[in-house]
């Protein structure tokens, strides 16, 4: 993806949902993108498989798979690129199904529209899927509407569903979102054991730093839009260098830590309709300079760059504070 931007013409104005979004997904890698709610995640992937259709919105940049521009495809050629070549798990397993079709139903719908095979065939292919994903008595299972299921259950219906044609790239957006933590654990263990099985790509959205300190390689954190840091994930979550990612990761519990009181990000999350014309954290950030009214480019070394005017001295000692202080 190069320089991806998406917006909106409203009429309160122009929404800036998406504003320079670049990165790389490899072969076999799970790449995590995190950030709060509105931030743009997942406007930028529904966007790059055509998804988003609204008449007033505008969408520009490069967004290349295997080496093929998608980006502005015809329904017609995009049909054998979603589902077949790239899959999809959406947020809300509740509402992800159709709740007038069994299950099976809908699984060999996807299964026929991408591959040569019978009816017949195509649901003993749904068995097995299910069978896959951890669904006791698939056989008997494949017959059952959605509400037959609990969510955790829809869950593992709709990773089945998205992993059926074997995709090159899976994008998962929020796919423990309404799940218990026992659950959301063995979610994100199936996806682990399935993507190592089928050698997928992953991209992950997610706002819960615990979910990409789980599973992702790597890391893009979003803020108002636009990429806030990059980088492999054991640096990112080890040595953040954006001082909206200090606060993510500031909010997350630890077990080892009793009396650390957890780090809450002041304010609010910038409006799309006026987001900063420089630094988009500047206003909820403690840290902000007067150069902040310009915008910052993501720099910095060795594969981990962020969008931030502060010097690494800054950063270093800022880090080092913090340090000592919840070590106190």
């Given amino acids: 993806m190069r320089d991806l931007s998406v917006s909106f013409a409203t009429r309160q104005g122009v ?21 709060e709610s509105g ?25 290349r798979f295997e080496g093929r521009e998608i980006l502005g ?27 007038v079709y069994t299950v099976g139903w809908q699984i060999v719908e996807q299964l026929r529209a991408h591959n040569d095979m019978t009816k017949k065939q195509a649901y003993v292919r749904a068995a097995e899927l299910l069978a896959e994903v951890g669904i006791p008595d698939p056989k008997s299972r494949v017959k059952h509407y959605p509400h037959e299921f609990s969510g955790g259950m829809r869950q593992r219906v709709v990773i089945a569903m998205a992993l059926s044609c074997n995709p090159k790239l899976l994008i998962a957006d929020e796919p423990t979102t309404a799940l218990d933590v026992t659950t959301q654990a063995q979610i994100l ?21 615990g979910v990409i300190a789980e599973i992702a390689h790597r890391v893009v954190v979003m803020y108002a839009g636009r990429p806030a840091e990059i980088g492999p994930e054991v640096e990112v979550v080890r040595a953040a260098r954006h001082p909206y990612t200090w606060g993510l990761l500031g909010a997350v519990p630890r077990a ?3 009396s650390r009181r957890l780090v809450t990000i002041p304010g609010n999350a910038v409006s799309p309709l006026d987001v ?31 969008a931030c005017w502060l ?16 070590a106190s």
Avoid: W
């Avoid at 054998?80 to 947020?91: L, P, Y």
């Fill in 73 to 99: 495809l015809s329904d017609t050629e995009m049909q054998s690129v979603r589902g077949g070549e790239i899959g999809m798990i959406f947020q809300d397993p509740m509402t992800a199904l159709t709740p």
């Fill in 256 to 258: 080892d830590v009793k």
């Fill in 276 to 306: 900063p014309t420089g630094c988009a954290f500047a206003p909820r950030c403690q840290y902000r300079m007067e150069i902040c009214d310009q915008r910052p480019a993501l720099r910095g070394a060795n594969d981990h760059v962020d």
């Fill in 189 to 209: 263990d199936l996806m682990g054991r399935l993507q190592a099985t089928h050698g997928s790509s992953i991209v992950i959205i997610t706002h819960d730093m």
């Fill in 311 to 326: 010097s690494d001295e800054q950063r270093l000692a800022i880090r080092s504070t913090a340090t000592q202080r919840g």
């Fill in 15 to 35: 929404v800036q949902a998406v504003d320079g979004l670049s990165f790389d997904v490899g072969a076999k890698e799970v790449l995590g993108i995190v950030g």
């Fill in 39 to 63: 931030s743009g995640k997942s406007v930028a992937m529904y966007s790059m498989l055509g998804l988003v259709r609204d008449a007033n919105v505008s969408i520009s940049g490069s967004v």
